[in-house]
């Protein structure tokens, strides 16, 4: 997106776009459980029509990724939210699985949409973790408070997939914070606005979003059948599930707020790495669950850990260009890879069970561990903290941002372009220059 919204109100609209978007896969496993038992449909055929959802949100995002300069952030998000609310909507209003597929479907693309809008303004940011910290602060506490709400609202799918579309809704006039496509001065469109350049950190991009796919693909596989676990093999009621999640939603935003408070004082590959390996754990403990006690503790560890790496893989695809292009396809990859989760959970859990499935899962997070370490060790473009520099020039920029006498006028700003150092020609054979024969520049002087 060209135009990056600046400013608490455009963050406000950016965070509650994030909660809006985020909503589907996080209730993800009372959606798919519900499409199973209200509609008649089998595990696996719930989970694919689950994926099939979250399919249309990774389609939403990687075609944004490439039209979004043409469209701007607030015409897209608009778009976003109202596929979102018809589309949610009309599948909660009918019991015709190929029109609740459909309407799944649009719900999807709108859920893409509104995710890719709220990643490439969080990119535009000063601190990008922290945006995408509140992010997920905020999607957290909505998706427990729905978990628990939701068993006291009826069976069947419909308060699930209306609880989606009505969060659209809510969030529709907050776009209006949110800018256009392009920003005109004096009549002009501003330099920049539809200048994409190239897109930098190409094979480090590429390989975070190959292993973000597999990451959220492993966690979402297990996520999509962890209602049935603690339903069939933990022996544990609706209710109890659903408390179960609240609880561990509740641990996620406490994960959150100790991420956001850690800040970069680890860097991000310590938290990608060693975060992903306590994850491996949880979905080992968490698969072969087989009491409220085993069940409960490795879905509340495992949710504690997840957004904390996620917050730190977020904002490191948002560091790899301030555009926000990075982080918009690495988005994508992660809702490809959360789409491609609850029918891979229900193939794994039918052929070998559900601890045979976590073993499986568990050997595909320590691999992907690997390669995300990397990258946030050797392409971690932007630094996390906002104001600090780091350019080709090497230490003393980074130096003069982090001392606390510097003017925060004078450092350049996390985001911003860096200026052109034009070279000037001395005639030869003059050794003393006259100040009067230089002027300053002007945004109007060319060449």
């Not at 909660?19 to 519900?34: N, S």
């Not at 000037?424 to 002087?445: N, T």
Request: proline fraction near 6%; include cysteine; glycine fraction near 14%.
């Amino acid at each position: 997106m060209s135009s990056r919204p600046r400013g608490s109100g455009a963050l406000v609209a950016l965070v509650a776009l994030f909660t809006a978007g985020y909503l589907a896969p996080y209730l993800l496993p009372t959606v798919v459980g519900r499409l199973a038992s209200g509609l008649g449909l089998s595990p696996a055929q719930a989970g694919l029509v689950g994926s099939v959802l979250l399919l249309g949100s990774s389609t939403a995002g990687f075609t944004l990724a490439a039209r979004g300069e043409r469209i701007g952030p607030r015409a897209a998000a608009r778009a976003g939210l109202l596929a979102m609310a018809i589309g949610y909507g009309s599948a909660a209003a009918t019991h015709t699985v190929p029109l609740v597929v459909a309407g799944a479907v649009l719900g999807g693309l709108g859920s893409g949409t509104a995710t890719a809008v709220a990643a490439a303004g969080i990119a535009g940011q000063r601190d990008p973790h922290r945006a995408s910290t509140l992010g997920l602060l905020t999607v957290s506490a909505t998706a427990g408070a729905l978990y628990l709400s939701l068993p006291h609202l009826g069976g069947g799918h419909a308060p699930a997939l209306l609880a989606i579309a009505c969060a659209a809704a809510l969030v529709w006039p907050l776009t209006g914070r949110l800018p256009s496509a392009t920003r005109a001065r004096g009549g002009h469109t501003e330099p920049g606005a539809s200048r994409t350049g190239p897109l930098p950190y190409r094979r480090a991009g590429a390989v975070l979003a190959g292993g973000i796919l597999c990451w959220s693909l492993a966690q979402n596989a297990l996520w999509g059948v962890s209602g049935r676990i603690g339903l069939t093999q933990a022996g544990l009621s609706e209710v109890t599930v659903g408390a179960v999640f609240a609880a561990a939603l509740g641990a996620g935003l406490a994960g959150v707020t100790a991420a956001g408070a850690l800040g970069s004082r680890l860097g991000r590959a310590v938290p990608i790495g060693v975060g992903t390996v306590l994850i491996a754990a949880c979905v080992l403990l968490s698969s072969a669950a087989g009491s409220l006690a085993s069940f409960a503790t490795g879905e509340i560890l495992w949710n504690a850990v997840y957004p904390v790496v996620l917050s730190y893989l977020l904002g490191l695809a948002a560091s790899l260009d301030p555009r926000g292009r990075w982080a918009v396809l690495v988005g994508s990859a992660s809702s490809l890879g959360v789409a491609c989760g609850p029918v891979t959970g229900s193939l794994l859990s039918e052929h070998a069970g559900y601890t045979g499935m976590g073993v499986v899962l568990c050997a595909l997070l320590l691999l992907v561990a690997v390669p995300m370490t990397a990258v946030a060790r050797h392409a971690a473009g932007r630094p996390l903290v906002p104001g600090s520099v780091r350019r080709r020039g090497g230490a003393p920029a980074a130096i003069l941002a982090g001392t606390a006498s510097a003017s925060t006028a004078l450092v350049p700003q996390m985001g911003a372009p860096e200026q052109t150092v034009a070279p000037i020609p001395v005639p030869a054979g003059r050794r003393r220059l006259v100040k009067s024969a230089f002027r300053l520049a002007r945004p109007s002087d060319r060449g």
